[in-house]
């Protein structure tokens, strides 16, 4: 059974920076395109960010210059920093991942609960 598990959101000033991580456990044999997503208040999910296997990276325009977005593939774990966090940037964030485990069962995507990032003005 795999699970994903979020973490590092709070809340924070206008300004500020964080950095969410994402730590995929069970029987995982690997992890391919890692994909961070958030959910604004009133608006539909947005793709934030996302990583391939070969650490190939893409932002949204808003994020481009703000996020960075890494994996560590020994701990099953990936990350989205942000900086110059703006109210805007206010939402749940989460991951999603693909991921082939190892019992034999498709590959398939994976994605957390999410973190909440609240950024006061």
């Known amino acids: 059974q795999v699970q994903l598990v979020e973490s590092g959101g709070r809340l924070v000033q206008a300004g500020e920076s964080l950095r969410l991580s994402c730590v995929a456990s069970?029987?995982?044999?690997?992890?391919?395109?890692v994909e961070w997503y958030r959910q604004r208040p009133g608006r539909q999910r947005e793709l934030v960010a996302w990583i391939t296997q070969t650490g190939s990276t893409n932002y949204r325009d808003s994020m481009k210059g703000r996020a960075t977005v890494s994996r560590d593939d020994v701990q099953n774990t990936v990350y989205l920093q942000m900086n110059s966090l703006t109210p805007d940037d206010t939402a749940l964030y989460y991951c999603s991942l693909l991921i082939t485990p190892r019992t034999g069962e498709p590959r398939g995507d994976y994605r957390g609960q999410g973190t909440q990032v609240t950024v006061s003005s």
């Open positions: 069970g029987d995982i044999l690997s992890i391919d395109e």
